[in-house]
């Protein structure tokens, strides 16, 4: 009833990426996660947790021959999310793109993932796509320097990216800009310095991917889950100030959810 989520992350240089997504897409009420890594990271991805399913795909990076099986066990799922601790490898990102093209249900890009949207001449692809970058992934996507650019101007960049790709975009940052597919942008202000630890993007990228797999409308799914994430940081704040993680964040989002 509350959906079936396909992430598909990891690398030999980063395992915990997909597994801090997973365990927020769980912890955001997914009844299914199902986890696809490379063979290096298989066993101590399965020994995280015991709730995790995770599945394999050879060697130490996504490449072409992985996307074939990838591709058919989506069709049993609600939500891909693809990125989480992939490497930029051309060969990684040429897999990426192939299973973007080819899958059919709601798809979120994170990480190096979001570059393959450079590649793609067919648009708007078939299915509702979300991107999740940071300043420096969106700089990169657009060639555009925002370090220190207006908010009228941030605004009407998202604005013309989004209704051009038909894509919905969460732009990280101090205040998290959310735009729809439609153009439309809100401001989402929850959360906190100590949210610049490494892999709460991963988790923000996983509760999106839940709320999508749990019939929630891509624009509303990723202003659910910047506000409940930056929610969960305030209150570890509260509690330990800046010294908390990242998977904190995603073990206390239930706590967080109950309490609003």
């Known amino acids: 009833m509350n959906g079936k989520v396909l992430i598909v992350g990891g690398s030999i240089e980063y395992y915990?990426?997909?597994?801090?997504?997973?365990?927020?897409?769980?912890?955001?009420?997914?009844?299914?996660?199902?986890?696809?890594?490379?063979?290096?990271?298989?066993?101590?991805?399965?020994?995280?947790?015991p709730d995790f399913i995770v599945r394999k795909f050879h060697g130490n990076y996504l490449a072409e021959d992985a996307v074939t099986d990838i591709v058919e066990f989506s069709k049993t799922c609600d939500c891909l999310l693809i990125g989480p601790g992939?490497?930029?490898?051309?060969?990684?990102?040429?897999?990426?793109?192939?299973?973007?093209?080819?899958?059919?249900?709601?798809?979120?890009?994170?990480?190096?993932?979001?570059?393959?949207?450079?590649?793609?001449?067919?648009?708007?692809?078939?299915?509702?796509?979300?991107?999740?970058?940071?300043?420096?992934?969106?700089?990169?996507?657009?060639?555009?320097?925002?370090?220190?650019?207006?908010?009228?101007?941030?605004?009407?960049i998202l604005h013309t990216l989004?209704?051009?790709?038909?894509?919905?975009?969460?732009?990280?940052?101090?205040?998290d800009f959310i735009t729809s597919d439609n153009g439309e942008t809100v401001i989402n202000t929850t959360g906190n310095a100590g949210m610049t630890v490494g892999g709460t993007g991963d988790v923000l990228a996983g509760a999106i991917a839940s709320f999508i797999a749990q019939g929630v409308k891509p624009f509303d799914a990723c202003k659910l889950a910047c506000y409940f994430c930056g929610a969960s940081g305030d209150a570890l704040l509260k509690e330990k100030g800046f010294l908390y993680l990242a998977g904190e964040v995603a073990s206390n989002l239930p706590a967080t959810i109950a309490n609003i």
């Open 86 to 156: 992939l490497s930029d490898r051309a060969a990684t990102l040429r897999a990426t793109q192939l299973i973007l093209e080819r899958v059919n249900i709601p798809t979120i890009l994170d990480a190096s993932a979001i570059q393959v949207l450079t590649k793609i001449t067919r648009v708007p692809l078939s299915q509702p796509i979300v991107i999740t970058p940071h300043i420096n992934e969106f700089e990169l996507l657009t060639s555009k320097d925002l370090e220190n650019m207006e908010k009228v101007k941030l605004n009407a």
């Open 162 to 175: 989004a209704k051009d790709l038909h894509i919905n975009i969460v732009l990280k940052g101090a205040e």
């Open 16 to 49: 915990g990426a997909p597994l801090l997504a997973t365990l927020a897409a769980y912890k955001t009420g997914a009844d299914l996660v199902y986890t696809f890594v490379p063979d290096c990271n298989f066993d101590v991805s399965r020994s995280f947790y």
